[in-house]
């Protein structure tokens, strides 16, 4: 916050009541004269005493479409055809403006024709343009010549503790970048069909939309302008006679569709703009149903930062369900332990579980270190587990968790009885050989004994020498933890000197 704020405006302070309203008989418009020179050249003092040659642009603003509400009649680009091209170009946060230049700016807020920022230049300078004609400059020295002058001009400067203007953000989570991450969910997103357009605010309640493509996704992302807010949309409908129809009886709507030649529009309007609403989007080849501004909702957005990667950009994006998961994403990390409540176990045998409200999964063989048929041989739903998060996916928002990550192998322990004799059931047969197994409990590992360490001489068929059910003793000959094999031999059990039977 600036140390040195003053209000600056036409009105005296002795035609004010006590509420502090003026009394007095000055028009609250600019009078595109003599009054509105004198505010120019009042913030100009300033911007010399404090030293300042350039001044950024924050938080721009423009006409709200259809439904444009200011003191004076809309202007031709919002009051700004004069010091910008026609589609703004250069009026973005973090523009740096000259002096002049932001005097301009200052004149088209003054005349309230649509277009508003904020000037200002960081821990040094500041003008904000408030309702009214008042006119608020900060600076980080007292410009004592800047406050006789304006004094002189007519106008009077008063001394405040802040601009009621200056920039207050709420951030209820973390804002999501547009970085190289957000990039690889957009790209997937398009390939899946899940996402066809992306809508760029780099002016407050001005937009432009673009078409995404696989083919064409560098291309639109070159063009984009640095800190621009970002939404991601699902495609417009093809059924523009129905986009039509819904148009509410009154209130105010946003609407977005795409005319025959690939141009997209989109914009808001009330009741009073309906009809050109609708006959705009009439002759579209695809368009989007009214929504209620408030109530949009995009797949999720990001806010663009500058060419570093640093976000410098103030203002943020009202978060999307998938936003709000992306910033519990940010909080986890291969190996760490979570816990949750297991929600559903799919026909296909994934377990689903909710942790703090994010529905992470887990793979059959993520369940158990031990042979299972069925998930729910292992969990039920409703219970509470601890798990180790196995991977995080932020391009496809998924997280895979690991139950037996926090267990220890039990195979381990097998390994370590190579030469242990076991009698255990015979589970299968196969053309082979045939597997036993050699604990005493239904997920028991099971072992291969070869159709060469079945009998002697060998049978040709398995079945001449056992069938499933049957006990059989054999000796633990080689245990492979990483690929899950044990070897057995029902021949090596029956050699003299063999260790003492262990039943299993």
């Keep these: 916050m600036l140390p040195y704020v003053y209000r600056i405006t036409k009105y005296d302070p002795a035609d004010r009541d006590e509420r502090g309203v003026c009394t007095g008989a000055q028009e609250t418009v600019s009078d595109h004269g003599p009054v509105e020179a004198a505010y120019l050249e009042a913030v100009a003092a300033f911007a010399e005493d404090t030293g300042v040659r350039h001044l950024a642009v924050r938080e721009p603003q423009a006409a709200l479409g259809f439904a444009y509400v200011g003191s004076e009649p809309a202007a031709e680009d919002d009051g700004l055809a004069g010091p910008f091209p026609s589609d703004l170009t250069g009026f973005h946060d973090g523009a740096q403006v000259s002096v002049p230049l932001g005097l301009e700016l200052v004149r088209a807020m003054l005349r309230d024709t649509g277009a508003w920022c904020r000037l200002e230049v960081e821990d040094t300078f500041a003008v904000h343009v408030g309702w009214d004609q008042y006119v608020y400059v900060g600076s980080n020295v007292p410009c004592e010549a800047a406050l006789a002058r304006t004094s002189e001009l007519g106008l009077f400067p008063e001394p405040l503790d802040a601009s009621p203007y200056e920039a207050v953000f709420d951030e209820p ?217 196995l991977d995080v996916d932020m391009v496809r928002e998924r997280v895979q968790l690991s139950l037996k990550g926090l267990q220890d192998d039990p195979i381990l322990q097998i390994a370590q009885q190579v030469g242990r004799i076991v009698t255990g059931e015979v589970t299968k047969l196969v053309p082979f050989g045939v597997f036993v197994r050699i604990e005493d409990r239904a997920d028991g590992f099971e072992g291969l004994v070869h159709n060469t360490e079945l009998a002697q001489p060998p049978a040709g068929r398995p079945e001449d020498t056992v069938r499933v059910g049957d006990r059989l003793t054999v000796v633990i000959t080689d245990v492979d933890p990483t690929r899950r094999r044990i070897t057995l031999s029902h021949t090596g059990a029956l050699r003299p000197g063999a260790e003492e039977h262990h039943h299993a």
């Design 173 to 389: 989570v973390e804002q999501r970048l547009a970085d190289d991450v957000f990039w690889a969910r957009v790209r997937w997103c398009v390939a899946t069909r899940e996402a066809a357009l992306l809508e760029e605010t780099h002016v407050g309640n001005a937009s432009r939309w673009h078409r995404l493509a696989d083919g064409t996704l560098d291309a639109v992302r070159a063009r984009l302008t640095l800190r621009a807010r970002l939404a991601v949309w699902p495609d417009l409908s093809t059924d523009v006679a129905a986009v039509v129809a819904g148009l509410p009886a009154e209130g105010l709507v946003e609407s977005v569709w795409e005319d025959k030649g690939g141009r997209i529009t989109g914009t808001v309007a009330d009741e009073t703009q309906f009809t050109a609403l609708a006959a705009q989007v009439r002759g579209a080849r695809a368009a989007v149903l009214p929504m209620d501004v408030d109530g949009r909702s995009p797949l999720f957005t990001a806010v663009l930062p500058d060419g570093d990667g640093v976000l410098r950009a103030r203002w943020r994006t009202e978060p999307t369900p998938s936003d709000r998961d992306w910033a519990f994403l940010q909080t986890l990390r291969r190996g760490q332990t979570v816990t949750g409540t297991v929600t559903e176990i799919a026909s296909f045998g994934v377990t689903f579980v909710d942790i703090g409200g994010f529905t992470a999964m887990i793979n059959i063989p993520e369940l158990s270190w031990r042979p299972i048929g069925h998930p729910c041989d292992v969990v039920a739903v409703g219970q509470r587990i601890t798990a180790e998060v």
